[in-house]
Structure formats: structure tokens, C-alpha cells
């Protein structure tokens, strides 16, 4: 399948009901809810990415949504994308094709991206929030960085104008 990457600046919010079963085990003030399988994906690709000493990117799907007055995100999958790659950064090519892997369900949105660093430890570049801040800047939009040399996982969203650091719980799909 041949991509062309657009973004998109806006998303209507929906509900989630109370028991969906990503809310369960997560804290009041969580700002993005993350399959236990998109994990396992992002993981993957960046460790995979560090074994050839380059950085790699992807989309992330699923939903924003409102619950109990705040904008809460659900990851429900993620899907690499076709870059080029250094051990510094990484561009997504404009055309390419995607791998195969985890597609998303019919009715989720890009509701972020991820990215890996090679050990410079984990957070967002000047770059990084630059990319966040034209592409995603949709209430609920996340950035997910994955330092492959610490195995750390962190998620960015942006929060009154600046990226901050969101609390995030891994939920099992």
C-alpha cells in the first residue's frame, strides 16, 4: 500500500464510556491510555532501529476523548513509517511504502507519533516540538519517545502552548 502523509490539525472529541476497559487500573489524572500491543510495536521498531544505530518514526491511532472534563487520548495501535534514518534523526519519506505490521481499526485517528532516540536519553528536541507543533497540535495529540539504550518510554503532549511530559497508563487489548 503506497501512503501520502497528511495531517490533520483538528479532531472531534467523542465521549468514552466509563467502562471501557482502558480506563480500568488508570489513574484520575492519565492523560493518554496506550495498548499493551502498540507498546509492544514501538518497542520493537526502536530496538530494531538501535541494533542498526539509527532512529526510527511511526503514526500513532486511535481516539481523544473526553472524560470527566479533560482530553484523555487512546493509543490503540501504531505503524511505522518509511524514513530515512541517522543515529540523530530521522524524515519521513513523502511517499512510500507501509510495512506490514498492526493496521488501525476502522474509525481511529492519527492521533500522534512516535519516535526513538539512540541513548541521548529521553526527551523532545527542539525538532521534536517543532514536529509536534505543526503537525500535531490538536488537543490530545501525542508524541511518544522511546529511548532504545534505557528501554524508557515517555509521552509528550502539547499543554497550554509547550510540550510537557503526559502521564500515561499501558491498558490490554
Same mark, same amino acid.
Given at each position: ?30 492523560? /493518554?491510555?496506550?495498548?499493551?500491543? %502498540? @507498546?509492544? =510495536?514501538? &518497542?520493537?521498531?526502536?530496538? #530494531? ?5 539509527? *532512529? ?15 482530553? /484523555?487520548?487512546?493509543?490503540?495501535? %501504531? @505503524?511505522? =513509517?518509511? &524514513?530515512?534514518?541517522?543515529? #540523530? ?5 513523502? *511517499? ?78
Amino acid at each position: 500500500m503506497t501512503v501520502r502523509i497528511v495531517g490533520s490539525r483538528r479532531f472531534r472529541m467523542r465521549k468514552l464510556s466509563v467502562r471501557d476497559s482502558a480506563l480500568q487500573g488508570a489513574g484520575a489524572s492519565v492523560d /493518554v491510555l496506550i495498548s499493551a500491543s %502498540a @507498546v509492544s =510495536l514501538i &518497542t520493537e521498531d526502536s530496538l #530494531n532501529a538501535f541494533s542498526l544505530g539509527i *532512529e526510527t518514526m511511526g503514526l500513532l491511532y486511535g481516539i481523544p476523548f473526553l472524560h470527566e472534563g479533560r482530553v /484523555v487520548t487512546k493509543i490503540e495501535t %501504531a @505503524v511505522k =513509517l518509511p &524514513t530515512t534514518a541517522t543515529p #540523530n534523526s530521522v524524515v519521513v519519506k513523502r *511517499e512510500g511504502e507501509i510495512p506490514s505490521g498492526s493496521s488501525p481499526r476502522e474509525g481511529s485517528l492519527v492521533v500522534g507519533w512516535y519516535h526513538s532516540h539512540t541513548g541521548a536519553g529521553n526527551f523532545m528536541s527542539s525538532t521534536d516540538e517543532a514536529t509536534q507543533g505543526k503537525w500535531f497540535s490538536s488537543p490530545g495529540s501525542v508524541s511518544l519517545v522511546y529511548d532504545a539504550s534505557h528501554r524508557t518510554l515517555c509521552a509528550y503532549r502539547l499543554m497550554e502552548g509547550d510540550v510537557a511530559k503526559a502521564s500515561f497508563h499501558t491498558y490490554r487489548d
